[in-house]
């Protein structure tokens, strides 16, 4: 067996998780201020890259090394976008917009709602949602997605900040004839192809008043503001950090605003966060 075969076979999340942590510890830190950061793939090849003005600048991230700044730069529309990161947990907050919990009245929840989507349902922009074909209802939640920077154990809220790397785009796709005949959430949220994430990942934003919308084909279906969040993006990121340690590109998928509704197969759906960019996915069936 060959070196690259077994470092494939076995810790593909590790090495992803190392390569992050060499990408996050080589840009320093305190430099990614208003930066956008992206993952692509181009001659077959994934990267992560500095994304300005149209152009990725690429970063090389050997499995085996120090990760280095290369001279390469890609124009964006030549290479595919992927994921932004590769997380090792998706960790999301249900009923966490005063206008969500008032469609489906519900109370608000005293404590963060918790729920884990597995890191195979990640898909990357423009990739397409499958339908699965257990399921009749399939719904969009445009959320924003809270990308981790350290690893993150315990931390109180007033320095819950300094562990995020950036922030991104997140569809929390949800089978939702599923998630009522479940009770138990895990079915409905977690089929391959259910957590689309990007474009890219924004480092430096205002997180308390982020306007979010989702669009399927060209029509706002949800329109909300991040400030209508039951818990702030500190208070998910101490409660969730006090039950597991967050590793560097984990998500927290931060919950959805008033507006949830069914997509189709052939439908476009996107959710935008005006400040970090589009993400966009396809609804197909599952063949
Ligand atoms: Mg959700």
């Known amino acids: 067996m060959s070196l690259n075969q077994r470092s494939l076979n076995l810790p593909v999340h590790y090495i992803f998780f190392i390569l992050f ?52 730069t890609f124009k964006i529309e030549k290479v595919r976008l992927l994921a932004p990161c590769v997380p090792t947990k998706i960790i999301a907050v249900g009923v966490n917009y005063r206008s969500h919990a008032s469609e489906l009245d519900h109370q608000l929840p005293e404590r963060p709602l918790i729920f884990l989507k597995p890191p195979t349902a990640v898909i990357g922009p423009e990739e397409k949602i499958v339908y699965p074909v257990t399921s009749h209802q399939v719904d969009y939640e445009g959320e924003l997605g809270v990308v981790i920077g350290k690893l993150t154990k315990h931390i109180p809220q007033e320095r819950a900040r300094d562990c995020i790397l950036g922030y991104t785009c997140f569809n929390d796709v949800t089978a939702r004839d599923l ?14 192809t259910f957590a689309p994430i990007g474009p890219w990942i924004e480092t430096e934003l205002d997180d308390t008043n982020l306007p979010i919308e989702t669009l399927v084909n060209g029509k706002v279906v949800q329109r909300g503001s991040t ?19 967050l ?7 931060t919950g959805t ?19 970090i960019g589009i993400l966009r996915n396809y609804l197909m069936k599952d063949s």
């Open 21 to 72: 942590k060499q990408l996050v510890d080589l840009l320093q830190w305190d430099t990614l201020a208003y930066m956008k950061i992206v993952r692509f793939e181009t001659q077959g090849a994934e990267r992560y890259g500095i994304l300005e003005s149209g152009i990725i600048s690429s970063i090389t991230a050997p499995s085996v090394g120090t990760v280095r700044e290369t001279d390469e």
């Open 179 to 192: 998630q009522q005949k479940d009770g138990q959430w895990t079915r409905a949220k977690s089929f391959d």
């Open 227 to 245: 400030h209508d969040m039951v818990f702030s993006v500190p208070e998910l990121i101490s409660f969730i950090s006090d039950i597991m340690t």
């Open 247 to 253: 590793i560097p590109g984990d998500i927290i998928a």
């Open 257 to 275: 605003p008033g507006g949830i509704g069914p997509m189709q197969s052939g439908d476009v759906v996107e959710v935008k966060i005006k400040p």
